[in-house]
């Protein structure tokens, strides 16, 4: 009756590790390493927004939005009038060039070439791919609409933007998240951090699903 009221236990003497188990509680959050921030470098308005609400699955390269842009149509046009004048020049016969100063035409040659790749590299620098520089030498029609794609498949767990809002560069419009793999942020009280280890296994449930276990790994403490 005594050993009751205080609660004392006994067990046969055996060999084997001494387990210590820690039960806590902890808060599932995004993997850092699969979100993204979906933003643009050039300004405009959006136009068109594939993706209306939060929440959404999408897969890579999937559009978004599409964002109208004056500056982008000039970039275009500003390129497309380089690459042509290249264009011309390289299909100068022989013939032509040795007619005129072999010396200028080169120089021509050079700077038209130059003016060319800066205006390509302006519109890469505004993330246009070169698919879409392609297809600008073949239309020979500049255009004014951007339009943005999701970097990976995930879900999209932020969008920041309305139909005709103003966009400017670094704005972030939407955020994705990849939640094939997530963190489970979990508290350790200090007494029990000696036993804690990165590369332990973690036995994880969850209120939402009962009965079932899913297997984690410490990353980080």
């Not at 100063?101 to 003016?115: D, G, V």
């Not at 972030?172 to 029990?192: C, F, G, M, P, Q």
């Amino acid at each position: 009756q005594e050993r009751q009221l205080i609660n004392i236990r006994t067990q046969p003497v055996t060999h084997g590790d001494a387990v210590v188990t820690i039960r806590t509680v902890g808060i599932i959050g995004y993997d850092q390493t699969r979100l993204v921030n979906v933003n643009t470098r050039i300004m405009g308005w959006a136009e068109k927004l594939y993706v209306d609400k939060p929440g959404q699955f999408v897969k890579q390269g999937d559009p978004l939005m599409d964002i109208y842009s004056p500056d982008l149509y000039s970039a275009q046009y500003e390129y497309l009038l380089a690459y042509r004048q290249w264009q011309r020049l390289q299909h100068v016969t022989v013939q032509d060039v040795a007619q005129t100063n072999n010396t200028a035409w080169q120089e021509s040659a050079r700077e038209a070439q130059a003016l060319m790749e800066s205006a390509r590299k302006r519109l890469r620098l505004w993330e246009v791919p070169d698919s879409e520089i392609a297809a600008l030498e073949k239309s020979g029609e500049p255009s004014d609409t951007l339009q943005l794609h999701a970097p990976f498949s995930g879900y999209v767990m932020q969008k920041n933007i309305d139909p005709a809002q103003m966009v400017r560069p670094g704005m972030t419009l939407y955020r994705v998240a990849d939640l094939s793999k997530v963190w489970i942020n979990a508290d350790v009280y200090e007494y029990e951090l000696p036993y804690v280890k990165v590369g332990q296994k973690v036995a994880v449930t969850a209120l939402a699903y009962p009965g079932r276990v899913f297997n984690a790994v410490v990353d980080f403490i």
